[in-house]
Every structure is written in C-alpha cells, then in structure tokens.
C-alpha cells in the first residue's frame, strides 16, 4: 500500500480515503458516500446506470468502472475533468434532467435495456429533487433497480425527497431517507447540513404490503436542523429586508 504524505497534510469529510490511486478525479461526495458507492457497484456491477449530476466526474469515475453501460447528463459540461474523455462505456447528456430523464427512461425501456442504478445528485432544489424522482417513478423496472439519492441531510433535498407518495407505487419496495447520514458544518460550510444517501428499490414485481419510509437517523437531522443556518433562514428570513434597512 503506496501512502502520499502530502493527503495526510489537510484531511477534510471527503480525503484521504487511501483509494485514490484507483479514483483520481476528484469528487463532491464524504468519505463515507465514496465507500459506499464503489463497494456497492463493485458488488453489483450493473448492467445499465443513469447518472444526474456529473461535475468534475467523481462519481462518475467509479460507475464507469463498475457497470456496462452509463448514462451521465449534466445541465453543463464545462467542469468535466478532461480524464472522463477515455470512459468509453459513457454517454453523456448535456441539458436539464427534467427534459432528459423522461425521454431516455422511455428509450431505456423501448431498447430492452437492464437498467439497475441511479444516482440523482443534480438540481438541488426542493422542486428538481422531487421531479427528478416523479419521472424515475413513472419507469417500470424490468430488474431490481437501486436508487440513490445525494443530499439527504441538506433540508432542501430532504423535503424534495419526503414530497413523493411512495406507498401509491407498487414497484417501490424499500425507502430509507438515512442509508447513509450527513454531515454538519463540514470543510468551511458554516452552519450547513450537506451530504447524506437516502436510497429506494424498486422491483418488477408489486409490492403487497403497506410501505413503511425508515428514516434511521431522524433524530439527528432534527437537532442539527435546529442549530442549522437552514432553520434561521426558513424561520427568520422574511427579516432580511429590515435588516438591510437598519445596516445601510
Ligand atoms: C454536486 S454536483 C455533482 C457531483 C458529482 N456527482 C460528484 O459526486 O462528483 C451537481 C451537478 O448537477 C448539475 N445540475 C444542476 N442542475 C441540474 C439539472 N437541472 N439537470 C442536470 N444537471 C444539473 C450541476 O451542473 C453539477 O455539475
């Protein structure tokens, strides 16, 4: 095992995670989210992937690795690392997923193709949380498909991700809002709540039972809500013009 001195140096949620030889490009995840994904694609290798939200190309680096296929759009490419040019298996997709994602889920499933994993980690409004999840509902699995969903600690997201009626899909088999927890405060982000995977399964197969959504670390997220720069800001924001007026 090769160990860089210098990764030692400045430590911060997402480095060093000592496979960085294996994943160069740099990405917007926790240490704990990077573990995550590339053992869960390393053990699942799927067939067909979507990806929202590429950036630099962080995750992208490892479900270009770990499946056959992998569709990546992106509202920009300009932040693409120039490495994601030699991911041949990669598609990309420049443009709003709310445009892209219905049409290429029906070309999925026009084509025949396995899709097994999604990762949204795109617009993160409350708004584009929940329509990107309200298209991908509206696809029948023809496998197991595994859903991942960044940003389940920020609030924002949180919501996005609380607004869908889950038990009103038969394909919906597991929801935990907390597969992975967030963090608070984290590299410099005063006050902030970021991070976190919430996950769902969908199966080609109806559900017969009533949908429980687990969220295992409720608790948690609501005390950091409280001490959040989120809360003053949803409490206390309508305040904002006064204060400016009494600051000039
Ligand atoms: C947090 S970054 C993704 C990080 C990446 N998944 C990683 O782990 O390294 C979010 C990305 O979503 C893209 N994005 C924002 N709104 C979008 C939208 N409506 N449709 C598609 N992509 C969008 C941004 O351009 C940005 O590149």
């Not at 687990?214 to 809360?231: A, D």
Request: aromatic share 12%; net charge neutral; charged share 25%.
């Amino acid at each position: 095992m090769y160990i860089s001195k210098e990764l030692l140096e400045t430590p911060d949620s997402g480095s060093p995670t000592f496979i960085k030889s294996q994943f160069s490009i740099p990405w917007s995840m926790s240490r704990a989210e990077q573990y995550c994904m590339t053992q869960l694609l390393s053990h699942n290798k799927p067939s067909v992937a979507i990806e929202i939200g590429t950036y630099k190309g962080g995750s992208l680096q490892v479900l270009s690795r770990y499946a056959s296929k992998v569709y990546a759009i992106d509202i920009s490419s300009d932040s693409r690392d120039s490495r994601c040019d030699n991911f041949n298996n990669v598609e990309y997709l420049i443009g709003d997923s709310k445009v892209i994602l219905p049409e290429l889920l029906k070309k999925i499933e026009d084509n025949g193709e396995e899709l097994e994993f999604i990762l949204i980690d795109g617009d993160h409004s409350t708004k584009g949380v929940y329509q990107d999840i309200l298209n991908i509902m509206n696809y029948t699995p023809k496998k197991a498909l595994q859903i991942l969903l960044h940003d389940s600690f920020n609030p924002n997201c949180r919501k996005g991700m609380k607004l869908y009626d889950y038990n009103s899909n038969k394909k919906v088999h597991f929801v935990e809002l907390d597969f992975i927890p967030g963090m608070y405060n984290h590299d410099g982000l005063y006050r902030q709540m970021w991070g976190g995977f919430s996950t769902i399964i969908m199966l080609p197969e109806d559900r017969e039972k009533p949908l429980k959504i687990f969220e295992n670390q409720k608790k948690s997220y609501e005390v950091t809500y409280f001490k959040s720069i989120h809360f003053l800001k949803n409490t206390f924001g309508f305040l904002k013009p006064v204060y400016k007026l009494f600051k000039k």
